[in-house]
DNA sequence: AATGAATGAGCCTTCATTCAT
DNA sequence: AATGAATGAAGGCTCATTCAT
């Protein structure tokens, strides 16, 4: 039953299908076949349009990475301040649409995978850097280079950490916990920023 | 030629194989005959110890685990100061003996294993309750229920968070950064107990 | 845009493509596709106008056979002494026409392929069957009918091996020395026809 | 059912499979668990001591060109005057033992199998060495340089083209013929050393 | 105690072929 | 006439696990 133009739209359906399976699955340990099947189409077909596995991992992995940057670019265009943009950046982090359970877990994997495939660690190193300067362009307009610096990568870990804790630890706090948490830190930073 | 009384060197010899051929692949997919010829012995003997690939990991786990909080609480034996105490909980979790690049990528690892195997899960949570019990002991004495509670999840979280960063991250802080940090953050809620 | 009359020139097309890609892989795993786009259509095209890829294959085969058929007849048209036709026959064969390298490995290729299929296999006979005959209607004029049918066979020999060895042999002797090698075989067979 | 010992004599059954199984298919087509399984093992076990199918199959062709080899020179061990050992290289390379159809076919394949794979093909190439120069090493007491290496090139490119056609040439003449026909090649140029 | 022989299930990947458009 | 979407079977290879020795 071929039909013309099913490209983006399998492509789409294999991303969401990986990310769901990786999600369900709690780890990468889900086959092609499982993806495919889930997103409707054959493993062959699968295969057809990413020519690989690891094609569809990093796909997948794009995919969230985009998806959390296009919403942080979204809210920070509706604010100014530094203090807003970096207390924007944060909510971002957390936000529902970032926080579902299954993109975490599937992120989380994307994340150690970052450790044996070179493709996926450039992914994550311009996630990261990308995070690292979005925090410290605004902090500079607020603190000294070295105090900005060390709370961008106090933000950047406590968010990270967060994230982690919130797939795999039992007792983690719930997202407006979470969201507290982290806006205290950053405002106890710029109430004194001598300190 | 089998010897007695070899248990528990071929068991330690496995364990210390399996986190670092871990810590080398950067994933969990490693055999077990490479485990096994790493600590010298056949696939059969490792099996024969320990009766399966899960047992294996679970108890390399347990072993890191074990000598995290084994450090920890030699350190802690050395001060009494609730702050002195938090401050040596924070150090101790980034201690050379702890955070070596090996150590961390197998931890790494296992913290996502826990996603899929329940026997994981609960040694994570084991960790996870004995840290959180650990900082709130002291903290409760120093602040409110609620703040103690708020600065225990945000150092919980950073320590992880710079764990999965310093495995990850091209540009993480360095280790004496990282505690620098983590100990700044600890500080200042102290120093400003009512924000 | 489909076009009428294209048939002739997309089976042409494919026959060469088909040659091309066998010779330059060196074997018959070569795909449909690949073939099919080097003759610059789909592949769905190439099934359309073959039905099968053994009958690209077979249409290849019977290419090549043909036009060292009607190379042969066009040079055999050319002289009338038995001698002659005989020399004509090894200078053909080992004409530069038929002697490109992509050819000789693509006829090799099918010559083994007739193993396993019938229709490579009558095709194959065909041709051996009339380069005997072409020998034979030449050399039973000059010798005795056993003798010829010897030298039939030796020449036949002579000329495949020097195929093979050409196509897979480093030190194969080149063009010309391969020439003047089987001819001098003729020449002594025929200079001295009791021996 | 393990038992101790066992690699020569599964290796040993595993070639002897490999070429029966080739040689009745006429082709390469064979899959591993079909040669493993006429062999009596897995097909695991069949990569467990090769390796991959490439080592399985260059296995059976050193196991081909070996037993040629050693029965080359187990004749030669027996003859010293360079006509006896000519006429002797070629009596072997026709012996039924090395004539059979089984091994024909698949040597045939095993030759073609060079073009595509750089091991077989360094492995042709030492039999091509050696054929020649067991070859030259007698012509040249008999004959000129230039006579003895186109004699020698000759009878290697008939003994090939006798076996290429043996195996897949239905009016190809029978072995004694065979026989006939390449030491009267050879009888004929050593008569008449100035032709 | 120790080995490594042996199995078999399972996965990724390829590809000829079909078919809606 | 032409495309390329789609399938599904098949194969090579890996590996945890078992077991005879």
Same mark, same amino acid.
């Given at each position: 039953m071929p039909k013309v #133009?099913?490209?983006?739209i399998r492509r789409k359906a294999l991303i969401d299908a990986t990310i769901a399976e990786i999600g369900e699955a709690g780890s990468l340990d889900v086959t092609v076949t499982q993806i495919a099947k889930r997103a409707g189409m054959s493993s062959g077909l699968?295969?057809?349009y990413f020519g690989s596995k690891e094609q569809i991992f990093l796909a997948a992995m794009r995919h969230i990475l985009r998806s959390y940057g296009d919403h942080v670019r979204g809210e920070l265009a509706k604010v100014s301040q530094p203090k807003d943009r970096l207390e924007t950046i944060i909510a971002a982090s957390f936000h529902p649409l970032n926080f579902t359970d299954e993109a975490i877990s599937a992120w989380l994997n994307f994340y150690v995978y970052a450790r044996t495939t070179p493709d996926a660690k450039r992914l994550l190193e311009v996630y990261g850097r990308r995070l690292h300067s979005n925090l410290m362009?605004?902090?500079?307009? @607020? @603190?000294s280079r070295r105090r900005a610096e060390h709370v961008a990568q #106090? @933000?950047?870990?406590?968010?990270?950490g967060f994230y982690i804790r919130h797939a795999l630890q039992e007792n983690a706090p719930i997202r407006s916990e979470v969201i507290a948490i982290t806006q205290e830190y950053l405002r106890q930073n710029l109430a004194h920023p001598k300190q």
């Open positions: #133009g099913m490209e983006p699968a295969h057809h362009s605004n902090l500079i307009q @607020l @603190l #106090g @933000l950047a870990a406590m968010i990270d």
